[in-house]
């Protein structure tokens, strides 16, 4: 039998199909109670979508841990094999609103939250293992680049390519986006990355460094600009589609965990700055070492509490799991909560999405839409209460800092050019060849000469194959781009 229809307080709902009004012609009467409450409901029902990363699609699933990495970290999360914990995930682009089409050209975002019985444990990554910048002050005006001009409304390659090509520590990021990994066939069957180095502590205090590499189950595929073009215009929900598809009949994605783990000491010296996201660390230095597996195998109940309200964080970590001095995460641990607060409200981490599966016991208290204010429990603290006591064994581990304060820029081992062309080097002939023509139609969209002979000269240096082959793309000369001053 049918639910009986209510107002939101609970009332029994008359009529849901004809205003109350005086006389049959109107006008209609202020005292229509119900019309008034689904008008005000519905006036509110958008919040303010996320600054980035606003399409995307979510699932929930869970972690199981297949080796014990007690050695390296006391996260509870990583110790005792054969461990599950729950977890969503989210995947997304970055640039596009949440109306975009799924298949544009950009990197895609790989969050995933842990429900941990130390709280919740938050990766947010992206499906390539390096980043456009590394400075956070820089973040923001990267984005405006890559999302709208203020005056046309349209989003534009030479806007993109301007902040590219005035930023050399993007060409590895964007060595990676024009290639074919800027085009994902499906959420599936991508690689997630956690890009930046962490710190993992074990119960004895030793620290390592690690970076995590989620590798697909289904393998990674890409799609040509050809058939990214063409699902956007017959689905712009192409990915979220797939990948909401396969789950409804049970074909479960899923990857495996590794971390590359790199001791203290040796990190602190290595060949490249680890802590500088634009840099990979080599896998034969450090090989991938297996944790576990991830699982997506229930779809969203409703989009909006599962994952529209769903807030990830980088600060989200949990004892043994601790940040690195990386400058670009450093800024991300203040911004996501930051913007939380904004875009879901002051209580955001009590939506149901976001509440941790452990209890919640502290001195906060009050705001807007408070669900668990922690009854009469006493909301100061020092007392003689018996309030919530302080775990000093969650305490971070201490780093020896030294050198000025200051704005500094990065000054160890800077070298925005190596990579990159060990990227573009690695790329199969085929994949060049796809590499080459994209730029060319960024590239070649616009006039402005300052940017084209600032990026050629990048990807020269970077492979001198690279560099010439796109000045020859786009009909340039490559020794007048290498004679200009620019
Ligand atoms: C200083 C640099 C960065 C800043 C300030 C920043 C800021 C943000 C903000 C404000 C959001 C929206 C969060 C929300 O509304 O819930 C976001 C989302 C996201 N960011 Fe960043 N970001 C930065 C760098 C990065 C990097 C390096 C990565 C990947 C390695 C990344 C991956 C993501 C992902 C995956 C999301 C979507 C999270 C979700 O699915 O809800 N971001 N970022």
């Given at each position: 039998m049918a639910k009986k229809l209510t107002t939101q307080t609970g009332q029994p709902w008359a009529d849901n199909q004809h205003s109350q009004t005086a006389g049959p012609r109107g006008p209609v009467l202020m005292q229509d109670y119900d019309l008034i409450e689904k008008l005000a409901h519905f006036d509110r029902e958008r919040i303010p979508e996320r600054v980035v990363h606003a399409k995307g699609a979510g699932a929930k699933g869970e972690f199981v841990l297949e080796n014990d990495m007690s050695k390296y970290t006391k996260a509870d999360i990583f110790n005792e094999a054969g461990k599950k914990t729950p977890l969503i995930m989210r995947f997304s682009q970055v640039?596009?609103?949440?109306?975009?089409?799924?298949?544009?050209?950009d990197v895609r975002g790989f969050s995933v939250k842990f429900y941990t019985q130390e709280g919740n444990y938050d990766i947010v990554g992206n499906n390539t293992p390096v980043f456009f910048v590394n400075d956070p002050l820089k973040f923001p005006d990267f984005i405006h680049s890559q999302k709208r001009d203020p005056r046309t409304n349209r989003r534009t390659n030479e806007m993109q390519w301007d902040f590219w090509a005035h930023s050399p520590e993007s060409l590895h990021q964007v060595t990676y986006l024009m290639g074919?990994?800027?085009?994902?066939?499906?959420?599936?069957e991508m690689n997630g990355y956690g890009s930046h180095t962490f710190k993992w502590v074990n119960k004895d205090g030793e620290q390592f460094w690690i970076k995590y590499h989620l590798i697909s189950d289904q393998g990674v595929k890409n799609m040509t600009n050809e058939a990214a073009d063409k699902a956007a215009a017959q689905n712009p929900d192409y990915l979220q589609d797939d990948l909401f598809d396969a789950i409804e009949k049970n074909n479960f994605p899923s990857w495996e965990m590794y971390v590359q783990i790199i001791p203290y000491e040796e990190g602190l010296n290595y060949k490249w700055d680890i802590f500088d996201v634009t840099k990979t660390v080599s896998h034969k230095d450090y090989p991938l070492i297996k944790v576990g597996k991830l699982t997506l195998n229930q779809n969203p109940s409703n989009n909006f509490t599962d994952v529209e309200e769903d807030a990830f964080s980088p600060a989200n970590l949990v004892p043994g799991i601790e940040a690195s001095p990386d400058k670009l995460l450093q800024g991300r641990l203040f911004s996501y909560k930051d913007t939380q607060r904004y875009r879901l409200g002051a209580n955001f981490e009590e939506l149901p999405i976001n509440r941790p599966v452990t209890e919640v016991h502290n001195y906060e208290r009050d705001g807007y839409m408070k669900l668990n204010n922690q009854g009469g429990e006493v909301n100061y603290e020092p007392n003689a209460f018996d309030g919530p006591k302080e775990d000093h064994a969650a305490s971070v581990a201490p780093d020896q800092l030294q050198g000025e304060t200051g704005n500094q820029p990065y000054n160890y081992k800077v070298d925005y050019t190596t990579q990159a062309g060990d990227l573009y080097r690695l790329y199969s002939k085929e994949e060049q060849d796809r590499l080459i023509e994209t730029i060319k139609d960024g590239l070649g969209s616009f006039d402005n000469d300052e940017i084209k002979t600032l990026e050629i000269k990048q990807m020269y240096d970077a492979d001198k194959e690279y560099g010439t082959r796109v000045a020859n793309a786009l009909g340039l000369n490559i020794d007048s781009i290498l004679a200009t001053n620019n």
């Open positions: 640039a596009g609103e949440k109306g975009y089409p799924d298949t544009v050209r074919d990994r800027g085009l994902p066939a499906s959420y599936r």
